[in-house]
């Protein structure tokens, strides 16, 4: 990223800690419009605990966390969450429709317009026609998809992703992969995305953080020299996919020690 | 498919204990002054309903037990939602509560009978008593049981303390609440039932009690069986409404049920 783009989140000397535990310890990293940054990293190293922090979720116990060059004080409209736990994170007694117009509603929203903002994050999402289904009537890859547009009708600048994909089979998995690339092409969403898979960092994103664990920090940060659109196959082909891939591995095995 | 074929196969062990009674009341007739005949038994059902004597009792015990119910349900409700959402409150509140809700609600019925004398108030204030314990115990848990990541949802999505309540908290809570209601409502069944039988001159307990002991053993069972079926009626009732109105909440709704 050139260094006259202004980030739009920016960590500096970031530390939390749980009582007298330190999870995370001198975050420092930006994050620029329109990247697709993953953090990969050893169990426990604080990666989600990152993810809270972007949201607003979470103080810092020292430095700053800033959105566009303002201090992070709570959750923010611009900054959206997707959780792993669809199936928690999806009211049970609220269709399709009903899940998506909840953000509109809080964001207040009037009626009209919300009924064709559904439709369109619906559509964009690949739930066209399912609108009258409940969370439990839909598939797993369904209910994430249906809390990827609820997610989007807060119109975010940034979309906050926690192993979304950790609990889906390898096919839907690889087909919202390739939907989630399409949708950040097409919106120009930022995307930070917390994951344990290393094959699907490289593959989603321009730029993978590194984490070692005890306490959480940064290794290193990886950049992802491979072309865009990307494609499962040719893409997982590719020389420097494979190289990125080992150089992964050995980073994540090594922290285990 | 079960649902269009009734199946009756399950009544015929009742049936046939009562043709077995029948036919063993013929075999060997006694003037007893517990049992009766099934034939008596039915004569003394259609006695009771042609002289308007058991629509009247029947009205007296329900009025009691549902007027108790109303009030007690509410009231618990209310007291264990807010123990659900304030601890320090369960916690100051622990040993009055504690030490109230263990008096035996038959112990009752001379303090009440000395407040209110005979009749449907002093009835309707020991079911009240009665029915609240189980009604609290029961919203305290499905205020704790709401779904942690939906409130982490709230806050994302920046939803007001009222917001949250509307639309979170109370659909949330509102289908075990009414498991509560089916629950409360048989143990003021009991209770309603109990308090005639023991004291008080009303009702469908106080008319078994005084056939029993003007030797009108066909009434006194006709009652008793009449009794049975009003309140398994009661429960038909919640039950094809709760079905009705949670069919998408109750099964995978992140609960213990």
Known sequence: ?257 | MSARKPDFRPFAVPLGLVLLWEALMLAFPTASETLAPPHAVILGFFGIVTDGTLALQTAQTLSSALGGLAIGFTLGSLLGAAFGLWRWFDRAMQISVESVRLIPSVALIPLSMMVFGFGTRMEITIVAFTTQWPAMVLARAAVREVEPRLMEVATVLQMSLLQSATKIVLPSILPRLFVSLRLTAGVAMIVAITVEVAANPYGLGAAILAAQISFRPEVMLATLIWTGVVGAGINQVLLTTQNRLFRHSLPGGGGSE
């Open chain 1, 1 to 257: 990223m050139s260094t006259a783009m202004p980030a739009q989140i920016s960590l500096a000397d970031v530390d939390v800690s749980f009582g007298s535990k330190t999870v995370l310890s001198g975050l420092n990293f930006e994050v620029f419009k329109g990247e697709v940054i993953s953090i990969v990293g050893a169990s426990g190293c604080g990666k989600t605990t990152s993810l809270r922090l972007l949201a607003g979720l979470l103080a810092p116990s020292g430095g700053s966390v800033s959105f566009e060059g303002k201090p992070v004080r709570g959750p923010r409209r611009e900054t959206a969450i997707v959780f792993q736990d669809y199936g928690k994170a999806l009211l049970p007694w609220r269709t399709a429709e009903g899940n998506v117009s909840l953000a509109l509603e809080v964001m207040g929203v009037p009626g009209p317009e919300r009924r064709s903002r559904i439709s369109e994050l619906l559509a964009l999402t690949g739930l066209a026609g399912h609108h009258d289904k409940y969370p439990a009537q839909m598939s797993g890859g369904m209910q994430q998809r249906l809390q990827i547009a609820r997610a989007l009708a807060q119109d975010p600048a940034v979309l906050l992703m926690d192993e979304p994909f950790g609990a889906l089979d390898a096919m839907t998995r690889q087909s919202l992969q390739d939907e989630l690339l399409d949708l950040s092409a097409r919106t120009g969403v930022t995307i930070y995305f917390v994951t344990h898979d290393l094959e699907e960092a490289i593959y989603l994103s321009d730029r993978i953080i590194g984490l070692l664990p005890n306490p959480g920090r940064i290794g290193r940060i990886f950049d992802v020299p491979l072309p865009r659109p990307r494609d499962q196959l040719i893409t997982k082909e590719d020389r420097s996919f494979l190289a990125l891939r080992h150089e992964l591995y050995d980073f994540v095995k090594g922290s285990e020690h």
